[in-house]
């Protein structure tokens, strides 16, 4: 199970951190991954990090997201800087091994 957290309203310019707990012990074997979906869009990858620590971005995001995880808390973040109004989605957090798991989602709104 993944529990997402963290979303609200934000101004432009602004940050959130958004943690996505899961539960089970075998979490530090799992690739982690962020999507997003907006209001009539396709979800999309955010960013992801593999059980080795590597990363990737998407292109919208590089310089302004981070992703990290901390195995020994089952967590993993997405720190989000300088926001942008197009920023806004609900945001899904993603366990891959052989099999996807996805949580809920929680919603990010970026509007002054």
């Known amino acids: 199970q993944l529990v997402e957290s963290g979303g609200g309203l934000v101004p432009p310019g602004g940050s959130l951190r958004l943690p996505c707990a899961a539960s089970?012990?075998?979490?530090?074997?799992?690739?982690m991954s962020w999507y997003r979906q907006a209001p009539g869009k396709e979800r999309e990858l955010v960013a992801a990090?593999?059980?080795?620590?590597?990363?990737n971005y998407a292109d919208s995001v590089k310089g302004r997201f981070t992703i990290s995880r901390d195995n020994d808390k089952n967590t993993v973040y997405l720190q989000m800087k300088r926001l942008k109004v197009e920023d806004t989605a609900v945001y899904y957090c993603?366990?891959?091994?052989?099999?996807?798991?996805w949580g809920q989602g929680t919603q990010v709104t970026v509007s002054s």
């Open positions: 993603k366990a891959s091994r052989t099999t996807d798991y």
């Open positions: 990090i593999r059980s080795g620590g590597s990363t």
């Open positions: 089970g012990s075998t979490f530090s074997i799992y690739g």
